[in-house]
């Protein structure tokens, strides 16, 4: 079905287009475009760049002046902001991991097709199953793809997921669908789950919709958690509804054609760089070959390439790459390559992307338009020898050229998809068949593009054309007019050149400067223009001139500093410095470009918006931070300037979108620039005024950096204008190291809004080598240099923003006036003291074997650098040291040196003893300026972040300052202390003021302690240390036998900043005590932020005036948010009055009983004995099982769980969630109305059948309890669990930047918490009392416990076989306990259903971690680890959340939901009053009392005709509520089923798979519980589905009789269930049917196995002969049917086919007449075969959409039970034999009946003619004996006479 076909005449605009039906007399023209500008017709309105070029006056408005207001007072800073991240960290490869799980597919075009799955994913190819003769298979079929690499490479392949129809020769593709990696990753949770892919065939695309295909994708990189999705099988889904593409995109997408136009290209390498090249190069010692250029453009999985250009470094192409693709299309990003063609192989030059996302948007309605781009210029990056950067991988370190290109999108609309083209565009391409390009093949084919389906629809002719890009010609190409160009002048100052490596100091060096290839003197020394006077002899060939170069005068550039040899630097000599003082060299570079600066100010004025905007967003995050309440105040009156400021934009953009220079795409980014800002502006009033509920400063915070995000993606401008200046260090000549620096951010303008964030200011420039760097310290110079680039009329503003004080020097006689100066001189200088207060520092990475690290700090101030000393063995060092550097030499003004002094760098590195030191991160500030004139202030110590690359590497307090000095000598120098040493503390004054603290540490044990060199910890000591003070704990005396610590509780005063943002780390540090006294490390841990143990006192008691106070019983728990209330009524403070509470209605998960009468549950021991004694009649079947044959289980009442999980994921995404809830259950009474908005039931129902529905519904929904079902693990739910001890990861090792490397360095885990409040400073008395921390803390002696693990399944395991599967079985770990279950493996599984319970006996601490490990069986050799995943026993066991059993949602003594716990609820909830000190409970007939709250309730039961009073129901309900308690509530864990997630240690935070599962635990000490639930898993019931075909009638008749030419058909009829293809049978032959009628009385039986409760066919058998385990696999009930013409000497000519759902098929007509097509997919009366068990009636066979005949046929379901007791053979056999048909003497086979098919072919309708022939014969043969003979007679008459 052609997607464009259904669609209305006047669609909805899609980007901005719209797409319109053409009449249908004309239907070959059928291109319809209403994107202006997108093909070349049009390139009068988007090719305005060009015209331009071709001589358009350069004063025009743009050029000039803009209007822009100003936006506000933004102050002029001679300096550009500085950034404390040094060096941006290469991106790592990472590992990543491609998830894609094929359910099923529907609606595949095709006859009797045979489908698997391809999946592709780049390279890698896997396959699923071949189902047998379907249209809709069902593979639920799960596939993963590792990868390991650049996330930018891995997001740009291509997931290609195709449909083949796999015959015994060949295979054909029905359709394809295909995205791209990054699309998946950037969707929420990075995935796609339960959504349907559309099929498409490329080669065939006026075809349409090729089928639908059921699937989930998910892209997972470390640390990347994905929701486990719930498989929910709904026949009657609406596919369109839920399709597999990203939100906003519609639902039906057009086929378009993507025009990429490539012109010509300037400034390429002019020297081959092939290695025949190199090679000749070597021999010859000259490379004068040119360059052989072709460009190469790859999108979505298709490569198209222009022709090769030979010897030439200005190639012009003309040409366009065609790509066909449905339009929007699932990829990011378009990539565009040109290479250099070479004999042996091809050599990239340069690589550059175009985000389709900058290009193009998606709104409706005239917001949005079509990708477009250019004409417009798109400059190159690379390396001259480095490939990786040439191919895009890492930041090109050089300017390779540029290309000129044009990007256009037409779409197609159903007739002219069939087009070639159009007709203006199809002779081009009849011209380009006929003239092939030159070179290599244009363009690659994509694998699999070519072929149909197997019966899918589709003209043949276009079945086999490649589907492969074209390669046109262009048509009237924009031609460039080089004269009409505009001057550029970039002009720089340097002013600070230090942090030189010494390895390259030995010699001269100098810095060049680049824009383009002007100033590059090293590969283009003629590019700077001519030496005056014509001193340069060489004339360059004007074949390597490019015009991009030439000028209309000779262009004098100063591109590179003089040489000079670099000086050592005082202080520890590790680095040089370029000694320039009062003397400042100059640097000035002319280029000339095309003028299309507007573009770049557009972005400027924006760019200043979002860092207005990011600054003051920041401000607000660091007072939200200090707990600051002026944090709100200061973000709205940020988000108040912002609206201001693009209100402002917003009216600039719309006088400036009509502007007569601007490209098709710069008029269309600016109408985007001005909507999103607009869209921005609305949120942002929608936030600072919030309707319902105000947003807390947290929210707001999120709320600004997702708009950060949004404005950020606005500022990057995709049109190219001026390439990116590069700053190149050379030393002897030879490249070293450089950096990169947008023009834009250089770019001068007359309005401040318009210019450059770094234009007229001083630049500090860290140089860096080009390419990969490691993670040590790779910065090769400090440079700190003005920059201005702009115009040559705009020139006299270079000096403009100089700091003050400078002369301007002009060297060399032959300098002409008004010409750049040489040297700038600033005469004065001043002279100051460096104090660098170095604190402390904390986070440091670990550098040593130990987990720890030797560090010192380095501070580099211009030609000086100090060191501080070395602290051995801590990740949080207290250096307390002065470094001074006397004599620092300042030249310029010193007002300006005051407000705007040098920056200075901090280095810290780990030293060691016999190698180089090892870089742990770096930081940049900037010293305060104190004036000798000016009264001293101390500077205050702030935390400055330390980065190593891209990673935080702690953070560093610290203050500097530089002090002037006076000239009078050092008297007015501020004081010092003494001197300890050689080394000055830092002063007292500077230091933060001090105030003594108590530390109380919870010392609980320690866990998980790994080997030490070798050995196994056995006496453990933890060593707690804070600011020079510390406490030890006790000596674990043997730690295998009892890993808890003896003294609990210690504490210890510590002296800390008065500041809580200056507390320095908290350090927790292990030790082994071995013999003789030794000791060794174990591991450590460092705590940051103290601020999360501080403690607050405990809320004032709100009981009643009765009850004793509450305590809280840990005033370091996380505060859990209460469980809403659902009855309408908010929780209170309680007061003096009781509250009462009704909760006989609660709406919490609590279901009604599941007996038909309430069930009585009494408490005491003779209610007991009443309960035992209940009649057995009362315990019925709670669920109308279809089969009748279920019982109720604990499957159950998880199936319902899954239910309720799902209604409520529908309610979620209903538009009427109220609605949904309250009429879920009676949907089918709803009316045609209410029925359009809550989908899932049949709008016409009979009333036997609504009342049926309702009935069986409510009673499924009032009748069964339900238990609570996490995604995610129980930990995460409930906050770990750490509300009365918090665990501390030690770390021992070297850190380092690889994944995995924090697993690696583990050794352990603390058990502790701390308590951290302030002395007083008069009263100790207080301070002598109970320690505060000991509130809550139970016993720390053994405890021994028994453990119960449930595991029910697992999902989306990771294949462990060659073959994709795997066959996992459990193992549990609890101490020195492992359980393995292999024998009960799971054959050929990655969704294994295990239902396994274990029960373990543990004594807790020694055995306290449980490990549930899967693995994968193997036959042969040792069994594979799959995942494993670890719980925390003890954790749960002592928490106040009650982990230990679950709380059910209803209360039973026996059944599927008997109450397992050992306490009964009403002593739970007395033993929770008691510990927490609350009044109660007191229990009252219909009322429970407890803390002065009343909840009222049912009490009072029947049973056995008598009334029974129990509280238990109540009790539980009250315990459900516990978390509305003040005070002291808490939520307790429910009965449940967690989600974890299994990991393997090989790969590091990727998921391997999930495991449902939960653990029981309960005490020893108490009562032992019942039995355990039994969980097995529900066996399959077995079935005998008995069909018997009884007739056909309109059967298309196929054969055509050779003699008489009559229609005829063999008719026979084929069945089977779908994966039961093995079992397929087959009907005898009705031969020479002549109406299409059949005759059969035919009986098929199908033996099956069957889940009642998960509606799915079990089919169990072998994958191979091979194979040693059948493989189970779950299936929907689906029966074919089909109908064939039977042929002796060919193949069998299939009819039609009947496929059937056996829950829910139509009901059969009752006569042939009354049986047609529509009763498939209109049919309201749906059967289910496992309800009504018989059926009988007419249903249609189908082909190709189109009705091939009818059969009737009888349903009969049995049991296997009752197939035993009442067998039926197949067949006509016995027993049960069924009747012979009575079919007409016509049915023959000719070959087993020859007298019959001649007596019934021949002799009826040739009769008269055989007689005649035969009397014709007869008097024939008389004659001829007559005239034989008669000669003879009459001779002999004569001869006898």
Same mark, same amino acid.
């Given at each position: ?547 991009? $170069? *030439? +000028?209309?005068?000779? /262009? ?5 500093? &003089?040489?000079? @040899? #670099?000086?050592? %630097? ?106 999103? $800002? *607009? +869209?921005?502006?609305? /949120? ?5 005024? &919030?309707?319902? @509920? #105000?947003?807390? %400063? ?1144």
């Amino acid at each position: 079905m052609d997607p464009m076909a259904s669609t209305p005449t006047t669609q909805r605009k899609l980007f901005g287009i719209k797409v319109k039906k053409k009449k249908k007399k004309k239907v070959n023209k059928g291109l319809v475009l209403a994107n202006k500008g997108a093909l070349e017709g049009a390139e009068v309105e988007s090719g305005q760049e060009d015209s331009s070029l071709l001589g358009e006056a350069e004063g025009s408005s743009l050029a000039g002046p803009s209007d822009l207001s100003p936006f506000r007072e933004v102050p002029r800073t001679r300096r550009s902001r500085l950034l404390a991240k040094i060096q941006e960290g290469e991106s790592r490869p990472k590992t990543f991991q491609i998830s894609i799980n094929i359910t099923e597919a529907r609606q595949l075009v095709g006859e009797n097709i045979d489908p698997s799955i391809v999946l592709e994913v780049g390279d890698e190819r896997k396959q699923t199953t071949v189902k047998e003769g379907t249209n809709a298979p069902f593979y639920n079929e799960y596939f993963v793809f590792d990868f390991f690499g650049q996330q930018e490479t891995l997001f740009d392949k291509v997931i290609k997921l195709s449909v083949m129809h796999s015959k015994i020769m060949r295979s054909f593709c029905v359709g394809s669908f295909k995205l791209d990696v990054g699309t998946v990753y950037s969707q929420p949770g990075h995935q796609f789950m339960n959504k349907w892919a559309v099929l498409m065939d490329a080669s065939n695309i006026r075809a349409g919709v090729k089928g639908y295909l059921k699937c989930d994708i998910s892209v997972t990189g470390k640390g990347d958690a994905t929701q486990p999705s719930q498989k929910f099988s709904d026949a009657e889904e609406v596919i369109e509804k839920n399709l597999l593409l990203p939100m906003g995109f519609p639902s039906e997408r057009p086929w378009a054609r993507f025009y990429v136009k490539v012109f010509r290209a300037e400034g390429l390498p002019r020297n081959n760089s092939s290695l025949m090249a190199n090679v000749t190069k070597a021999f010859i010692g000259d490379n004068t070959a040119l360059i052989d250029p072709y460009v190469v453009v790859s999108f979505f999985g298709q490569v198209g390439r222009t022709s090769t250009q030979k010897s030439t470094a200005e190639p012009v192409w003309n040409e366009q790459i065609v790509f066909k693709e449905m339009f929007p299309p699932l990829c990011q990003r378009l990539k565009l390559q040109v290479l250099d063609e070479g004999s042996m192989n091809d050599v990239a030059i340069g690589t550059h992307y175009i985000d389709l996302r900058r290009i193009s948007n998606d709104q409706d309605g005239d917001k949005g338009f079509l990708p477009t781009f250019g004409p417009a210029w798109i400059n190159i990056y690379g390396a001259a020898d480095n490939s990786e950067l040439n191919e895009g991988v890492g930041e090109g370190a050089s300017f390779r050229g540029r290309v000129f290109i044009e990007l256009a999108v037409e779409i197609l609309s159903g007739a002219s998809a069939a087009e070639t083209k159009a007709p203006r565009t199809a002779k081009e391409l009849k011209a380009a068949l006929k003239e092939p390009k030159g070179g290599k093949a244009a363009g690659k084919e994509p694998a699999g593009g070519a072929g149909g389906g197997g019966g899918a629809g589709g003209g043949e002719e276009e079945r086999g054309k490649p589907v492969g890009p074209e390669v046109i010609p262009v048509e009237n190409p924009p031609t460039i007019d080089t004269e009409n160009k505009e001057s550029f002048m970039l002009f720089g100052v340097v002013f600070e050149a230090s942090l030189i490596d010494r390895k390259i100091g030995d010699r001269p060096i100098n810095f060049e400067f680049s824009i383009g290839h002007c100033g590059n003197v090293v590969e283009y020394p003629l590019v700077t223009g001519r030496k005056r006077g014509g001193s340069d002899a060489y004339e360059p060939d004007p074949s390597q001139t490019t015009p991009l $170069l *030439e +000028s209309h005068e000779p /262009l004098l550039c100063k591109s590179t500093t &003089p040489p000079e @040899k #670099p000086i050592i %630097v005082d202080g520890n000599r590790s680095y040089n410095y370029l000694p320039i003082h009062q003397k400042k060299p100059c640097i000035h570079v002319s280029s000339s470009w095309q003028d299309r600066t507007y573009r770049l100010h557009y972005s400027n004025v924006l760019d200043s918006i979002a860092i207005a905007f990011e600054e003051g967003v920041a401000k607000a995050e660091s007072l939200h931070k200090q707990l600051d309440a002026g944090a709100e105040p200061l973000l709205l009156q940020v988000l108040r300037e912002f609206c201001r400021d693009a209100r402002r934009f917003i009216a600039f953009a719309e006088r400036r979108v009509k502007g007569n220079r601007l490209t098709l795409l710069d008029k269309k980014r600016l109408t985007l620039c001005k909507q999103e $800002l *607009e +869209s921005i502006v609305e /949120l942002i009033g929608s936030i600072a005024v &919030p309707k319902r @509920k #105000p947003l807390s %400063v947290k929210e707001l915070l999120l709320e600004a950096q997702k708009l950060t995000a949004r404005l950020r993606f606005l500022v990057e401008e995709p049109q190219h204008t001026l390439p990116d200046v590069f700053v190149w260090l050379l030393s002897n000549n030879k490249r070293v190291a450089y950096a990169r620096v947008p023009a834009r951010h250089l770019l001068y303008s007359e309005n401040a809004e318009e210019m450059g964030r770094d234009c007229g200011k001083i630049k500090t420039l860290f140089l860096k080598p080009p390419g990969r760097r490691v993670s040590s310290w790779a910065v090769q110079a400090k440079l700190d240099v003005y920059l201005w680039l702009g115009t040559c009329r705009d020139s006299s503003h270079k000096l403009d923003n100089l700091p003050a004080g400078f002369e301007v020097l002009q060297v060399g006689p032959e300098e002409r006036p008004g010409a750049p100066p040489t040297f700038l001189l600033y005469p004065d200088q001043h002279r100051f003291q460096l104090r660098a207060h170095m604190y402390q520092a904390r986070g440091l990475i670990a550098a040593d074997a130990s987990g720890l690290s030797d560090p010192f700090a380095r501070v580099s101030f211009l030609n000086n650098s100090q060191t501080t000393a070395i602290i051995n063995q801590t990740l949080t060092p207290t250096w307390n040291q002065m470094l001074l550097v006397n004599g620092v030499t300042l030249h310029g003004d010193l007002t300006e040196l005051a407000t705007e002094p040098p920056s200075l760098v901090i280095e810290v590195y780990d030293d060691d003893a016999l190698g180089k030191a090892e870089y742990l991160g770096s930081s940049v500030a900037v010293p305060v300026v104190r004036l000798a004139h000016e009264p001293y202030q101390p500077p205050q110590l702030q935390y400055s972040p330390l980065y190593c690359g891209s990673l935080s590497g702690g953070d560093l307090l610290a203050a500097f300052e530089l002090i002037q000095i006076p000239e009078v000598g050092q008297g007015g120098l501020p004081e010092m202390d003494e001197p300890d040493g050689l080394l000055y503390p830092v002063p007292a004054y500077i230091r933060p003021v001090l105030s003594t603290y108590r530390i109380e540490v919870l010392f609980w044990g320690l866990r998980e302690l790994k080997k030490v060199q070798l050995l196994s910890v056995d006496r453990p000591q933890v060593f707690v240390e804070c600011a020079g003070s510390g406490v030890n704990s006790s000596v674990i005396r043997s730690y295998k036998s009892n890993p808890n610590f003896s003294v609990l509780v210690d504490a210890f005063d510590v002296e800390l900043p008065e500041d809580e943002h200056l507390h320095p780390p908290l350090s927790i540090t292990v030790v082994d005590w071995r013999a003789f006294g030794r000791s060794t490390l174990v591991g450590s841990h460092v705590i940051n932020n103290l601020g999360l143990f501080k403690y607050t006192p405990p809320p004032a008691p709100a009981t009643a005036p009765t009850a004793p106070p509450m305590r809280q019983q840990d005033p370091h728990t996380i505060q859990v948010l209460p469980v809403p209330i659902q009855d309408g009524q908010q929780p209170e403070a309680a007061s003096a009055e009781e509250i009462y509470i009704n909760i006989e209605y609660d709406a919490a998960p609590v279901v009604p009983t599941p007996t038909p009468t309430p069930q009585p549950t009494p408490t005491d021991k003779r209610e007991s004995r009443k309960q035992t004694r209940r009649s057995t009649k009362r315990k019925k079947r709670t669920i109308a099982d279809e089969s009748a044959e279920c019982v109720i289980d604990w499957w159950s009442k998880y199936y319902a769980s899954v239910d309720k999980i799902r209604q409520a994921r529908l309610s979620k995404g209903h538009p009427f969630p109220e609605l949904y809830d309250n009429m879920a259950p009676l949907q089918g009474l709803m009316s045609e109305g209410v029925n359009t908005l809550v989908t899932g039931f049949k709008d016409q129902m009979s009333p036997t059948q609504k009342a049926k529905m309702v009935k069986g519904v409510v009673e499924q929904h009032s009748k069964l309890a339900t238990l609570q079902i996490y995604d995610k693990e129980l930990e995460e739910e409930f906050g770990h669990f750490d509300d009365w001890v918090k665990t501390f990861e030690l770390y021992r090792g070297k850190a380092n930047e690889e994944d995995g490397a924090s697993d690696d360095r583990l050794v352990g885990k603390f058990k502790g918490r701390f308590c951290l409040y302030r002395l007083p400073d008069d009263d100790d008395g207080e301070c002598e009392g109970p320690l505060r921390i000991n509130q809550g803390i139970p016993l720390n002696t053994e405890t021994k416990v028994l453990i119960r693990v449930y595991i029910v399944s697992a999902s989306n395991l990771h294949p462990a076989d060659p073959d994709g599967k795997s066959d996992p079985y459990i193992v549990l770990k609890l101490g020195k306990t492992e359980i393995k279950d292999r024998d009960n493996y799971i054959p050929k599984q990655l969704n294994p259903v295990f239902g396994r319970s274990f029960e373990i006996q543990a004594s807790f601490p020694k055995e306290s971690l449980l490990k549930v490990l899967i693995y994968d069986y193997d036959l042969i050799g040792g069994d594979d680890l799959i995942g494993e995943t670890q719980i925390d026993l003890e954790n749960r066991f002592y928490s106040r959340h009650r982990a230990t059993c679950g709380l059910p949602s209803e209360y039973s003594l026996e059944g599927y939901n008997a109450w397992r716990d050992c306490v009964q609820p009403t002593e739970l909830l007395t033993k929770l009053c008691k510990e927490n000190r609350l009044s109660g409970p007191s229990l009252q007939p219909g009322r429970i009392t407890v803390g002065g709250r009343v909840f009222t309730g049912k009490t009072l039961f029947v049973d056995e005709d008598q009334a029974v009073e129990s509280y238990e129901h109540l009790a539980l309900k009250v315990l459900h509520r516990w978390a509305e308690m003040p005070g002291v509530g808490c939520r307790l864990v429910p009965e449940h089923i967690e989600t974890r997630t299994l990991y393997h240690r090989d790969r590091p935070g990727i998921e391997q798979g999930q495991l449902q599962m939960w653990v029981d635990m309960f005490p020893m000490d108490m009562p032992l519980p019942g039995p355990p639930v039994d969980i097995s898993p529900r066996k399959p019931k077995g079935y005998e589905l008995r069909i018997i075909i009884w007739n056909t009638e309109d059967v298309i008749l196929e054969d055509s009789n050779i003699l008489t030419g009559q229609m005829s058909s063999d008719i026979y009829v084929k069945g089977w269930l779908k994966g039961l293809e093995g079992d397929c049978q087959e009907t005898d032959v009705h031969y020479s049917s002549l109406t299409g009628e059949g005759n059969f009385n035919w009986r098929f039986v199908f033996p099956f196995s069957y889940m009642p409760a998960e509606k799915q066919l079990v089919v169990s058998k072998r994958e191979s002969i091979f194979a040693l385990d059948k493989t189970e696999q779950k299936l929907p009930a689906v029966l074919l049917l089909q109908v064939w013409d039977f042929d002796r000497l060919s193949a069998d000519d299939f009819l039609g086919s009947l496929e059937l759902d056996l829950h829910g098929f139509p009901r059969g007509a009752k006569s042939a007449k009354a049986c047609k097509l529509e009763m498939l997919s209109e049919s309201t009366e749906l059967v289910s075969i496992f309800q009504q068990k018989r059926s009988r009636g007419w249903w249609p066979f189908s082909k190709s959409g189109e009705l091939t005949g009818k059969v009737e046929a009888e349903f009969h379901l049995v049991t296997a039970e009752e197939a035993e007791k009442n067998p039926v053979g197949r067949a006509r056999k016995e027993p049960e034999p069924l009747e012979k048909p009575n079919r007409p003497d016509t049915s023959f086979s000719w070959f087993m009946n020859p007298f019959k098919c001649f007596f019934h072919l021949i002799w009826k309708n040739y009769k008269k003619y055989i007689i005649i022939a035969l009397i014709l014969l007869i008097t024939a043969l008389f004659l001829a004996l007559l005239f034989y003979t008669l000669p003879g007679a009459i001779t002999q008459r004569i001869v006898n006479g």
